[in-house]
């Protein structure tokens, strides 16, 4: 099943967000998919001629968007199910887009996740018991293989950006798949205007992110394959 949507921000019809970084990538994934692409490419220096096929959030589809088992289903890595399953407690990561590279030499994946403000940086993990245990020590394990050191801030402030980080080392380490994180933050994204959600600059989200990762124990640049894009919004 895909994600659950608050139908208070999504169109019954179509599936398409009405605000928020969910619209605003909708729209890069389908209808500015060649400028988006050539961003995305950029970045992840394959070999020329590599391209990306995008699996969700599609018009097609919906516009929904995939989690646990099913993200891999759309991935066609489906046979990684039960890895998942050892690796993270299902409820995991809600994925804002998912792409497929193809190149002449390897085939891997693009993870996106999408904000359009500050304040959507920061989150708790709700998981609790064996499944909170579970998800501390991989955590640990990740910040570990980035040359950080794990503290409470990765599970009790910035959860939404450390379990990406341990999607990112499930592929890359577990898996020995080729995947790429996207992170992309949109700028001066109206839909959100109002007092305590005012349009973000490229300066305002650098700061924070600066600020995020020192908290973390993370510098700016040792997150390999991980990679920030800074997009203006567009009107839907």
Request: hydrophobic share 40%; aromatic share 10%; glycine share 4%.
């Amino acid at each position: 099943m895909p994600c659950k949507k608050d139908p208070k921000r999504f169109d019954a019809k179509t599936g398409m967000a009405n605000r928020g970084s969910q619209c605003q990538i909708q729209i890069q994934v389908n209808s500015r998919r060649e400028e988006f692409d050539a961003l995305i490419l950029s970045l992840l220096s394959l070999p020329k001629g590599a391209k990306l096929q995008w699996v969700s959030p599609l018009a097609e589809d919906h516009y929904d968007e995939y989690q646990d088992v099913e993200f891999l289903q759309k991935l066609k890595l489906e046979r990684y199910s039960e890895m998942l399953k050892e690796f993270w407690p299902r409820s995991g990561p809600c994925w804002d887009a998912l792409a497929i590279v193809e190149d002449v030499d390897t085939r891997g994946v693009v993870l996106v996740e999408a904000k359009s403000h500050i304040s959507e940086m920061v989150g708790a993990c709700r998981a609790a018991g064996k499944h909170r245990e579970q998800i501390k020590t991989v955590l640990s394990e990740t910040a570990q293989d980035i040359g950080a050191e794990f503290n409470l801030s990765w599970i009790d402030h910035y959860y939404q950006l450390a379990n990406r980080y341990a999607h990112l080392y499930f592929f890359r380490k577990k898996l020995n798949v080729p995947a790429w994180l996207i992170q992309v933050y949109f700028v001066n994204d109206h839909s959100i205007d109002h007092v305590e959600k005012a349009p973000c600059s490229a300066d305002m989200w650098r700061e924070a992110l600066n600020q995020v990762k020192e908290r973390m124990g993370i510098s700016p640049n040792a997150v390999p394959f991980s990679h920030t894009l800074f997009i203006e919004a567009v009107a839907k």
